[in-house]
């Protein structure tokens, strides 16, 4: 069975730095696009990262210059390093396919940014 767990949130302070984690399992994603989603309260779930088979990368424009998205594809593995955190990154953030599979949501790992 498909599985997706992401790990790495916590409460952090405004300019702090977290490096996400999302461990697939149950097949091998080397084939897939893969993406990172945040929910912020009040807010639909919105892309913030996708890395592609090739490793071309894209961003939602409000985390360019902060956010890298990258992947190891030996461990299944998807990763986001984000920097420079501010208020506006607090949300809870969820890794899947792009586009992302309905049955493939996981639990997600909460972010939180003090300001």
């Known amino acids: 069975q498909v599985q997706l767990v992401e790990s790495g949130g916590g409460l952090v302070q405004a300019g702090g730095s977290l490096r996400l984690s999302c461990a697939a399992s149950g097949r091998t994603f080397s084939r897939d696009a893969m993406a990172w989603f945040r929910q912020a309260p009040g807010k639909e779930r919105e892309l913030v990262a996708a890395v592609n088979v090739e490793g071309r990368t894209r961003y939602t424009n409000s985390v360019k210059g902060r956010f890298t998205i990258s992947r190891a594809n030996a461990n299944n593995m998807v990763y986001l390093q984000m920097n420079s955190l501010n208020a506006e990154d607090t949300a809870v953030y969820y890794c899947?396919?792009?586009?992302?599979?309905?049955?493939?949501w996981g639990s997600g790992t909460q972010v939180t940014v003090s300001s």
């Open positions: 899947n396919r792009d586009p992302p599979e309905a049955d493939y």
